[in-house]
């Protein structure tokens, strides 16, 4: 039987890097993956926390490779081998049915926000395949096409059965850690996993992705309206543009490769779930909104569409006497704000100082060892959810999305600022700001507005004028991009908050 310290099942993103953390820490770890690299996978916008999150944990755990994988420019200099694409804005644009024209009351209903380094949109198939390999630079024993069949926690450590092509392979080890994503190995065992009409949040989103060749450009498209002011401190084309119209959104996610990623997210609230093929929904929907529709008039998906149920799901316990989740494990909701990678992220930092200070020197694998780390993570969920669900909710009045929006940047813009990315095991620099309740409770009143405001046809001017108060005055101490000031047009160039 083969002996580990630690295994860590799924070698996605958050998989490998933790293992490779672990490896770095000196214990024996071998990482487990049921296929096989590389593949498809979801999840490619990275963001500033993202990237300063990784930037850090090479810092820390002397991991130089983690620092050439932080950042676009960061890849392009070290010269790695891997297809990426640049992520220098945040774009967003506000649709209306039918709308054909994209200024509307010669108004441009766009919101931008600038990174303060170029960040990278991960095409997954090779940055899952190149983190692979370096955490097996570093000593991990990576063991593919081979899936666990069984984990046994009734005797003194963990004894994990597999089938690696036929082949039964038996591994001993002291501690496990979940890295399957939504698929939660460790959750469906113990019957932990809430889903559906059971989960305790009101986020209620699904998806339909694929990859396409061709899409068009949207900077074309404005240019050709006389309203059109360029004020955007990049091209539109170095963005995650995110697309939104009453009930739902578009991601359009460029890589240099000529592959370009679109998914649209739809609200089950507006859009109830149901058994239309993928690619026929997908086009449904986006056929009543002509701008999106021109730039997808001439693409071609070069992947199969894939349609998911509900996204949001949790596990009532995310950490047990010898095993831990990673964040896409112990719980899932949105592609919104692109915190999936950030988690993970930040997740391995809590997690590897725990095992590495608390757990492993003293021989407590008991769970009670562990529930900071699981604590962490349910105030995320829930703090996360509920700012992707006013999210979701604003996109019916242009104004109200745009202050809202802003107020959710002050939230990762204040993670930082507090030196949040730096921070492993403390709960006071949580996901968005999650851990400062003087944050939470101002951002609750605007989540509450935009409730009540939701089922309006108009929001008045006064309302917004009201809203643009709040936000230039009461989040002040949160605000380091001058949101709310009509000087800026929406358009908000990048500023160092750490
Ligand atoms: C529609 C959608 C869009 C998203 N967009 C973004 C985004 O833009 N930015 C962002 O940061 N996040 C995004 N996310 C979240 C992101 O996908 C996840 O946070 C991220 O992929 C987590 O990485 P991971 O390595 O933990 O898990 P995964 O990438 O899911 O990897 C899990 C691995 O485990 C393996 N595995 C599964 N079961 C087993 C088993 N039984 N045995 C062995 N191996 C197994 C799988 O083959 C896979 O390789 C999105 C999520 C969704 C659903």
Redesign the pocket.
């Known amino acids: 039987m083969k002996k580990f310290d630690i295994v860590v ?8 890097a933790c293992a490779l953390v672990l490896s770095k820490l000196g214990y024996r770890v071998a990482l ?4 096989s690299h590389p ?1 498809f ?7 500033p926390v ?1 990237s300063k999150k990784i930037r850090h944990l090479g810092e820390i755990y002397d991991i130089p490779e983690f620092d050439r994988f932080s950042t676009y420019d960061k890849i392009k200099e070290s010269k790695l081998d891997i297809h990426c694409g640049p992520k220098e804005l945040f774009h967003y644009y506000i649709h209306e049915k039918g709308q054909k024209s994209v200024s509307l009351d010669g108004e441009i209903p766009e919101f931008i926000v600038q990174t303060p380094e170029v960040d990278a949109q991960y095409f ?1 198939s090779d940055s ?1 395949e190149y983190m692979v390999k370096i955490a097996q630079e570093y000593g991990v024993i990576y063991l593919e096409n ?3 069949e069984n984990i046994d926690f009734s005797s003194e450590n963990v004894l994990i059965s597999c089938d690696q092509q036929g082949e039964s392979l038996d591994i001993d080890a002291q501690f496990v850690i979940d ?5 939660s ?1 460790i959750g469906e065992k113990f019957d932990l996993k809430v889903q559906g009409d059971d989960l305790n949040i009101p986020l209620k989103s699904r ?1 339909i ?1 694929s990859h396409f060749k061709n899409v068009g450009d949207f900077e074309e498209k404005l240019n050709e309206d006389d309203n059109f002011v360029d004020r955007s401190p990049a091209p539109r084309a170095r963005a ?1 543009q995110h697309h939104c119209f009453d009930g739902g959104w578009v ?1 359009v ?1 460029p890589f240099e490769n000529g592959v370009t990623s679109v ?1 649209l ?1 739809l609200d089950i609230d507006k859009y109830p779930m149901n058994d239309i093929d993928a690619e026929e929904e997908f086009w449904s929907v986006i056929e009543q909104y002509p701008i999106i529709m021109d730039l997808l008039r001439h693409s071609d998906n070069v992947r199969p569409f894939v349609k ?1 149920g509900r ?1 949001q799901y949790y596990n009532s316990e995310m950490v047990g006497d010898r095993w831990a989740m ?4 112990a719980y ?1 909701l ?2 919104w704000f ?7 992220f930040i997740a391995i930092h809590r997690l590897a100082d725990i095992l590495h200070e608390r757990v492993f020197p003293g021989n407590r694998f008991t769970r009670d060892n562990l529930l900071d780390y699981e604590l962490a993570m349910k105030k995320e969920y829930l703090h996360v959810s509920k700012m992707i669900h006013g999210m979701y909710k604003s996109f019916k009045h242009y104004d109200v999305f745009k202050h809202y929006c802003s107020l959710c940047f002050m939230g990762a813009e204040s993670f930082l600022a507090n030196g949040g990315a730096k921070k492993g095991m403390d709960l006071s620099s949580l996901l968005l700001n999650a851990g400062d309740q003087g944050f939470v409770d101002k951002f609750g009143t605007i989540y509450d507005k935009v409730m009540e405001w939701e089922s309006r046809e108009e929001v008045i001017d006064s309302e917004i004028a009201m809203l643009n108060l709040y936000i230039r005055e009461d989040m002040e101490p949160y605000n380091y991009r001058e949101f709310g000031d009509p000087k800026m047009f929406g358009m908000h160039p990048k500023v160092s908050v750490c």
Not at 326 to 329: D, E, F, G, V
């Open positions: 099942i799924g070698s996605g993103l958050g998989g490998s487990i993956e049921r296929g593949r996978a979801i999840g490619e916008s990275a963001t993202t997954r899952d081979t899936s666990v890295g399957t994503g939504f698929r190995i998806s992705f995650t991601w996610i998914g997210n998911t996204m990673l964040p896409a494990s899932g949105d592609a692109s915190t999936g990678l950030a988690s993970s």
